[in-house]
């Protein structure tokens, strides 16, 4: 019987979505590596592997078995994307355009070799960084430098505008996956890009008031949250954490 690799959902995902992965067809007790690669939109590789067991009808379900070692061990069912490390030192995994997905290439050897076992499946996927319906809106509507990200359907949504930018520019991807989830969300850049300053040297405060008067302007925005630094506040009120 030949080992079939399948991926819940099968073809793509949202990069925030959980991912089932599993063996099927491997004979009873068949050690496997199961290794996991993509490159970002430089071109740098990133890379994962850990060594499994498939149980005794041949099946393997990293939501059911612990990896045996490699880039991690336990039971990790995620363990192959979020263990994953650059080949060039000291790099970091970023997404610059989220109109594009990244591209996971996942492979099953034979035995606990990273890379000396004979292949016995593989599969691709694309995790994406915008989910079905959600809209990419430039905004450059008085001094605010933004993206406005839509959920599906008329609304209005509840609001967010995100503020995170270390090392400036305008970050996309935490805003875009949050609007998957029912909220139209700002990414607010507010240094190093475009005609923005570009040191953070000197914060103006109306800056921000700014684009918080073009949220609650908006026809689609219900109320208006905040995030910084990973968390999102109303009215002063700690709500969740991004």
């Known amino acids: 019987?030949?080992?079939?690799?399948?991926?819940?959902?099968?073809?793509?995902?949202?990069?925030?979505?959980?991912?089932?992965?599993?063996?099927?067809?491997?004979?009873?007790?068949?050690?496997?590596?199961?290794?996991?690669?993509?490159?970002?939109?430089?071109?740098?590789?990133?890379?994962?592997?850990?060594?499994?067991?498939?149980?005794?009808h041949g099946q393997l379900d990293l939501a059911r078995a612990?990896?045996?070692?490699?880039?991690?061990a336990g039971l990790e069912p995620m363990g192959l994307l979020w263990a994953m490390q650059p080949e060039r030192p000291f790099w970091r995994l970023v997404k610059r355009d989220v109109q594009t997905p990244f591209v996971l290439e996942l492979d099953v050897l034979d035995g606990h070799e990273p890379d000396g076992g004979r292949l016995l499946a593989k599969a691709g996927h694309e995790r994406h960084f915008l989910a079905p319906g959600v809209r990419r809106v430039p905004v450059r509507e008085g001094r605010v430098r933004a993206t406005l990200f839509l959920p599906p359907g008329e609304g209005p949504f509840p609001g967010i505008v995100d503020v995170y930018g270390v090392g400036g520019g305008l970050p996309e991807y935490r805003a875009s996956l949050v609007a998957g989830h029912g909220f139209a969300t700002l990414a607010l850049a507010f240094y190093g890009f475009e005609d923005l300053p570009k040191e953070?040297?000197?914060?103006?405060?109306?800056?921000?008031?700014?684009?918080?008067?073009?949220?609650?302007?908006?026809?689609?925005?219900?109320?208006?949250?905040?995030?910084?630094?990973?968390?999102?506040?109303?009215?002063?009120?700690?709500?969740?954490?991004?």
């Open 1 to 56: 019987m030949e080992a079939t690799l399948v991926l819940e959902p099968a073809g793509r995902s949202c990069w925030d979505e959980p991912l089932g992965i599993s063996v099927r067809g491997l004979a009873p007790g068949q050690p496997v590596t199961l290794r996991a690669a993509l490159r970002d939109e430089k071109g740098a590789l990133f890379r994962a592997h850990a060594r499994y067991r498939a149980d005794a």
């Open 200 to 242: 953070l040297n000197v914060i103006e405060l109306d800056y921000f008031e700014e684009a918080v008067c073009f949220m609650l302007r908006h026809p689609q925005v219900l109320l208006l949250l905040i995030a910084a630094s990973g968390t999102i506040y109303r009215d002063g009120r700690l709500l969740c954490s991004l």
């Open 66 to 72: 612990p990896a045996l070692g490699g880039s991690f």
